[in-house]
């Protein structure tokens, strides 16, 4: 038995792996194929020091160790970074040695990885053989729970933020052209270690206007960095760099906006941002056996502090969200060995924190205790459960969405896990109790500017499928306002000379009395006409199924697919190409050969083209059916929050219009419109209206959404509708 004492010093000119010509290096020890030592992430580092101390016992010094470094990428596969041995039997007793590991990788054993410093003792283990196997156990037994509470501390101590970076991204000024035409399609983005933010693209100019707003977590009370790049949008081909800049956080004060005009490095023009810092929001992990709710006088606190009486007080602090995860219980398997090593990543927009690891367990309980503050009432709470994996990637199990609004505080409720695109059921439940308080006054104004968009999404692909579903919705919307026209023009016909009769009646009256506040009333009709259907027992949301049919197909085609792959036309257009190749090489005609990748090149930027055109297409479709079906959602009551403020806010109109002269009101808006730049340059620009309506699920969400039936014998193959639970 020996003791292994290792001091991981620091890394030398580790490789390159992120964009912005850095790494966000951590370094794995393993002996014997089992992982026992993880270190921290040193974010935007080539030349990482970490001083880290771990001791280990080792029955034989015949394995070696074995290290492995990783780029860390939040959200996305982490990167390979290098890996050496360290051969333990050549090591002397008793003596502390500084050992230099030079990284390679397997595959590329002459590229040059840098190195990592190292300070490594082996002493023979004294003492009780028994009570020196127990250690050894706790170092090596990841599934014991010794291990999973140090790894609990480790997660609550590098997930929790210090404070919150506000940037508001406001405009480009004499940016470099990179296109034929003289001008750019430009965009931002930026990172800060692990968070990305990537702007909307402004095409065809050297001054764009982005007005965008958007928040980092900062981890470091003594400030950190804000990587920021610019590019050139080029369909078919890869994005041109058009400049770089950075914002040493460290140097600007807390509670206060900073306006600051950024030259591009390696680039031209300027970047104008607004950057405000900020105390740390109420986010915390704990024990369940210790939660600020469970006690009085804090639940007391909290009721107080977003009480209607402090309504316009700090109005981005809408209100708090407690999330008791409990357990899981009948999780699939996704190791060899009939078992996983299930996590929980609780998400609210873009705030992200995880549970510890339950080794080899199918029926997990985490017994943990996550607070967030809600910023939008309208966000959606993501529960996702993964196996881990110690080389690779996590693999998905299971995953639930959970609308603030939806929650019934306090009742601790088994939720069923859905497939990751939130259609189908997949095996195993999962256990929570939430709480949500908030300031409905806060929320209801919260309502109206721009929804917060979510940092990692993933990039839009060309699915048959999903162009076939965004397709049917536009066509029900369209044919519901075709079957609304032949409804009215069934009046005119005198199909039903009773329809025709209260129909020509009603005209009359409505037009000879018409007033202009009239309008936002007869919208106020249909809201209280289908809130009286639903309180006397009547659905009317029924429209949903049609959609919800439609997923369901969707996934059977996955599903197909999934079993009966098929080459796409890249992969088909890369064989054919490389068997060419192949032939040309070996009659040695290499000018042929230059011929044929010119004309590859060409070929492969038009099907990036039309892939181009399909997505905007797709989307195109989305965003039309989307609305569509918002609009309908709002009257239907779909969301009651909503449906309430639209009541608000159409009472309100109605009021203002029949006291005020029209005169008086455009007048107002006018004047609001030509000086609100005059009053605030930097303003960011909003429709309430369509922010309102962005708050409102499509159908699709509607499904993603609901709830499914607890299922005794779930099977992830098996495909049901997705019942209300």
């Keep these: ?48 020091v970490w001083d880290e101390r771990v001791s280990l016992l080792v029955e ?99 997930q929790l933020w210090r404070g919150i970076v506000s940037i508001s991204l406001i405009e480009g000024r004499s940016l470099q052209p990179m296109d034929n035409n003289g001008l750019s399609d430009p965009y931002v983005k930026f990172r800060m270690g692990h968070q990305k933010y990537k702007s909307k693209t402004i095409p065809k100019t050297l001054n764009p206007q982005w007005r965008e707003q958007f928040d980092f977590h900062l981890y470091d009370e003594q400030g950190g960095f804000v990587d920021i790049t610019v590019w050139d949008k080029d369909a078919g081909k890869k994005d041109d760099f058009m400049g770089r800049c950075t914002i040493d ?58 009480s209607v009486w402090r309504s316009l007080h700090n109005l981005k602090d809408v209100g708090v969200v407690q999330v008791k995860v409990i357990r ?24 992200r924190l995880q549970t510890h690891t339950v080794y080899k367990n199918l029926n997990p309980e985490w017994n943990k205790v996550f607070t967030f503050n809600v910023k939008d009432i309208h966000s959606v709470l993501e529960v996702t459960v993964y196996d881990e994996d110690r080389d690779r990637s996590a693999d998905f199990l299971g995953k639930v969405a959970i609308p603030l609004l939806n ?49 990692i999404e993933e990039e ?64 106020l009709l249909p809201l209280a006409w289908n809130y009286i259907l639903i309180a006397s027992g009547k659905d009317t949301r029924q429209d949903v199924q049609a959609v919800e049919d439609l997923l369901e197909d969707e996934d059977e085609d996955y599903d197909k697919d999934d079993k009966d792959p098929k080459p796409g036309p890249w992969e088909d257009s890369r064989d054919k190409n490389h068997i060419l190749e192949d032939m040309l090489a070996s009659w040695h005609f ?48 779909t969301v009651p929050f909503l449906s309430w403020l639209a009541i608000v806010a159409l009472g309100l109109a109605t009021t203002i219009i ?41 159908d699709v969400q509607v499904v993603q959404y609901r709830e499914l039936k607890l299922d005794p014998n779930p099977s992830p193959n098996k495909r049901k509708k997705n019942n209300p639970g």
Excluded at 277 to 285: K, Y
Excluded at 419 to 432: A, D
Excluded at 486 to 509: G, K, T
Excluded at 674 to 696: A, C, G, Q, W
């Design 658 to 698: 029949y006291f005020i002269p029209l005169r008086y009101i455009v007048l107002a808006w006018g004047v609001n419109k030509f000086t609100k730049k005059l009053r605030d340059p930097y303003t960011i620009d909003n429709n309430e209206l369509l922010d309102f309506l962005s708050r409102v699920p499509s």
């Design 60 to 158: 034989t010094l015949r394995d070696p160790l074995y290290v492995k470094v990783f780029d860390y990428d939040f959200g996305f596969q982490d990167d390979f970074m290098g890996s050496a041995y360290l051969h333990l039997e050549s090591l002397e007793h008793q003596r502390t040695l500084d050992v230099t590991l030079d990284l390679k990788d397997p595959q590329y054993p002459e590229n040059n990885l840098g190195s990592l410093d190292l300070a490594v003792t082996v002493s023979p283990k004294e003492g009780d053989v028994k009570d020196a196997t127990m250690l050894l156990r706790r170092n090596w037994k990841r599934s014991s729970k010794y291990q999973s509470m140090r790894l609990s501390d480790v997660h609550r101590k590098a």
């Design 590 to 637: 290499e000018w042929i050969r230059a011929m044929v990748d010119s004309e590859r090149k060409g070929f492969m930027n038009k099907l990036y083209a039309i892939q181009d055109v399909c997505i905007s297409v797709q989307n195109a479709l989305d965003e039309v059916a989307s609305y569509g079906e918002r609009i309908k959602n709002t009257f239907n009551w």
């Design 460 to 523: 839009p692909r060309v699915s048959k499928q999903l162009l076939l579903r965004n397709f049917n919705r536009v066509r029900r919307c369209i044919m519901f306002l075709i079957n609304t026209g032949c409804y009215i023009n069934s009046c005119f016909e005198w199909d039903s000379p009773q329809r025709s009769i209260c129909a020509f009646v009603l005209f009359v009256i409505v037009v000879w009395n018409f007033e202009l506040y009239m309008i936002p009333l007869a919208l």
């Design 249 to 306: 956080l460290s140097l600007l004060s807390k509670e206060h906006t900073h306006k600051l005009d950024l030259p591009l490095e390696e680039g031209e023009g300027v970047l104008v941002l607004l950057v405000t810092l900020t105390a740390s929001a109420a986010v915390s992990i704990s024990d369940l056996s210790i939660n600020m709710l469970d006690d009085p006088h804090e639940r007391h606190q909290i009721m107080q502090r977003y």
């Design 1 to 48: 038995m020996y003791q292994l004492d290792i001091v991981l010093k620091k890394g030398n000119n580790l490789a390159i792996r992120d964009r912005t010509g850095t790494s966000d290096p951590y370094v794995k020890f393993k002996i014997a194929g089992k992982e026992v030592f993880r270190s921290k992430t040193i974010h935007k580092n080539l030349n990482p």
């Design 407 to 455: 929650i019934q505080n306090g009742e601790r409720k088994a939720y069923a896990l859905k497939s990751k695109e939130l259609t189908g059921p997949t095996k195993g439940v999962i256990f929570l109790e939430i709480d949500v308080i908030f300031n409905a006054v806060k929320a209801g104004l919260r309502t109206l500017i721009p929804i917060e968009q979510k940092y």
């Design 328 to 351: 899981a219980e009948g999780l699939m398997a996704a190791d060899v060995t009939g078992k996983s090593d299930p996590f929980c990543v609780v998400e609210l927009s873009n705030d």
